[in-house]
Structures are given as structure tokens and as C-alpha cells.
Nanobody, 122 residues
Framework: QEQLVESGGGLVQPGGSLRLSCAASGFTFITYVMTWVRQAPGKGLEWVSDIDSGGGITNYADSVKGRFTISRDNAKNTLYLQLNSLKPEDTAVYYC???????????????WGKGTLVTVSS
């Protein structure tokens, strides 16, 4: 059974950093594109970033480009998101999900983890 467990969220001051992790199991991690999405309080889901199966191609939403870095360790079946220069508007629950292709929309993601909450506040 597919399982995704996100971790690493927490409370951080504006300008601070966090590193999110997503531990995957129950599917062949190395064959999938992996995606991060987020949901801010009271808002819809937002695509954040994705990375191809080999880790050589990465994409970012304009809102996070230059501040966030996606990476993966296929030997550990783990996806990461480094969050730097955090802003209050980055406050959200962050989810990871596998997909068969790179894309800037939310289609094609069949299962998710429970998410990890990032709160950016002074």
C-alpha cells in the first residue's frame, strides 16, 4: 500500500528556514516524478514544485522560485524541500505526491500524505 509521510514543519520567523521531508513506501519511488503542493489556511491547493525521477529536472512556482529547493534521495525513497527566506504567505500545510509526469497543475496525483504544517510568524 502506498504511503507518504511528510515531516519537518514547524513555527519559524520570517526570513527563517526549514527542511521538509517526505518518506515514501509501497510504490517504486524511483520511477515517479515527485511533487510538493501546499494549502494555506482558508485557500485551495497550490502547486509548489516538482522533480523528475532522476532528480535532474526541477520546477518551481513563481512564488517560491529562488527561495525553495526540491531534491530527492532515491536510495532512501525520500523527497525533500528546503525552504529559505520564508515569508508569512508561505504558511500552509505542505503535501508530497507522486505523479507520472512533470506539470504545474494539480491533476494526476492519486494519493497524498497527511501533510506537515509550516507556520511563518514573528
Amino acid at each position: 500500500q502506498e504511503q507518504l509521510v511528510e515531516s519537518g514543519g514547524g513555527l519559524v520567523q520570517p526570513g527563517g528556514s526549514l527542511r521538509l521531508s517526505c518518506a515514501a513506501s509501497g510504490f517504486t519511488f524511483i520511477t515517479y516524478v515527485m511533487t510538493w503542493v501546499r494549502q494555506a489556511p482558508g485557500k485551495g491547493l497550490e502547486w509548489v514544485s516538482d522533480i523528475d525521477s532522476g532528480g535532474g529536472i526541477t520546477n518551481y512556482a513563481d512564488s517560491v522560485k529562488g527561495r525553495f529547493t526540491i531534491s530527492r534521495d532515491n536510495a532512501k525513497n525520500t523527497l525533500y524541500l528546503q525552504l529559505n527566506s520564508l515569508k508569512p504567505e508561505d504558511t500552509a500545510v505542505y503535501y508530497c505526491a507522486p505523479r507520472l509526469y512533470l506539470a504545474r497543475h494539480l491533476d494526476g496525483m492519486d494519493y497524498w500524505g497527511k501533510g506537515t504544517l509550516v507556520t511563518v510568524s514573528s
